[in-house]
């Protein structure tokens, strides 16, 4: 089965990591992504090819696109509709899937809606499949808005995937018209990277650590909008650190302004480490005895998976992280942290606390991977 899988990830590197996570579950079949963010990079397995559109992103208002070089922004956006649109033609997939689009990724529409109709004029089209994380952001007009999106899915799509698991979170909590589909809704459960082959034992011996040390890993993604919170913990760490010893992992982001990064590596005391990139994330997270972070999807299955206590700051400028996070906090899987619990004493507190309690493992299903998987063959095998 040939996929092509469009993802364009325009702020943090979750989307991308969900991504590769399914691509790496497609094992088997002949997989080509295609990305076209800023910056970031990530090991392919040898059934994958990547396929890179010039840059576009967010620009630093939110308010639109910017690019990553000095061509202007018309320029590059017909350079990508040409040659996505020459891919789908040349590559013929089996199976078109497309990560957020149309439920997100209004801005991309002058190359995907392109892009499907090529899928849907080849000689045998493909299943085109819609890739949906769990939570929507809100929208300024929302009866405007699930309008165009029900159009669109029934114009365009044979499938909609929710990386989700119903029992924790539905698409209707924050998209009111799942009914209105006229494609099967698959929910596939939770998207969780695995962690690498490196056990506990040795990646604490690889920060030097001895045995009654505490470790706690300090995260924001991408870096982009986090820095209120890695702060936080590298002021905390001398507090927790009175009372209780702890090593300190913070890992930045490749996002986290160049002038910030500094500023956290000049703060950071004994027993903080501040990195830019952390070698396995995942196996770092599941050797922790304390996770800090945002509330951002990747993180939130990442600590799900470990298993570790973990605390998280939602980005508060849309509801996705506060109602992921309060959702899976009333299920006992993790605590959440106000703006006020950011002042480092308070902060400090809240780690020991956590630490103290250690982790409850929360029933949540994390195949998500590998159902998608499974159902891209199911629907998309015949094609």
């Given at each position: ?80 509709k040409e040659r ?133 890993v300090v995260s ?164």
């Amino acid at each position: 089965m040939r996929v092509l899988f469009y993802c364009q990830h325009v702020l943090g590197m979750g989307h991308l990591f969900r991504a590769l996570s399914i691509c790496r579950a497609l094992a088997g079949h002949e997989v080509t992504l295609v990305s076209g963010g800023p910056g970031g990079s990530a090991s392919l397995p040898g059934h994958v090819r990547l396929f890179s559109l010039p840059a576009l992103s967010m620009d630093a208002e939110f308010s639109g696109l910017q690019t990553d070089g000095g061509l202007e922004l018309e320029e590059v956006k017909a350079q990508r509709k040409e040659r996505l649109a020459r891919l789908v033609r040349d590559f013929s997939p089996d199976v078109f899937l497309v990560e957020l689009f149309p439920f997100g990724r209004k801005a991309f529409s002058f190359e995907l809606l392109p892009a499907l109709e090529v899928a849907h004029g080849l000689s045998r089209p493909p299943l085109c499949a819609s890739s949906v994380r769990d939570i929507l952001v809100e929208k300024s007009e929302p009866s405007a808005y699930e309008d165009r999106v029900v159009r669109l899915v029934n114009q365009w799509f044979g499938l909609v995937l929710v990386h989700a698991d119903p029992r924790v979170v539905r698409l209707s909590e924050t998209f009111s018209r799942e009914a209105d589909f006229a494609c099967p809704v698959e929910y596939t459960g939770y998207v969780a990277r695995k962690p690498g082959g490196t056990d506990k034992k040795a990646v604490r011996e690889r920060f030097g650590l001895l045995p009654e040390d505490r470790l706690v890993v300090v995260s924001a993604g991408g870096g982009a909008v986090g820095g209120a919170l890695l702060a936080a913990a590298v002021d905390a760490a001398p507090v927790v650190n009175a009372k209780q010893r702890v090593y300190v992992v913070v890992s930045a982001g490749p996002y986290l302004p160049e002038k910030e990064y500094a500023a956290l590596a000049d703060r950071a005391g004994p027993g903080v480490l501040v990195r830019r990139f952390v070698r396995d994330f995942p196996g770092l997270v599941a050797a922790a005895d304390l996770s800090v972070s945002m509330g951002g999807y990747n993180t939130c299955m990442d600590v799900l998976a470990a298993g570790v206590p973990a605390l998280v700051w939602p980005f508060g400028r849309n509801r996705e992280q506060g109602l992921r996070a309060e959702k899976l906090a009333a299920m006992g899987a993790l605590g959440v942290l106000s703006d006020e619990d950011l002042a480092p004493k308070r902060l400090a507190q809240r780690m020991l606390s956590a630490l103290e309690a250690g982790a409850e493992r929360a029933t949540v299903d994390l195949s998500g991977a590998e159902r998608t998987a499974r159902l891209l063959e199911r629907y998309g095998g015949d094609a």
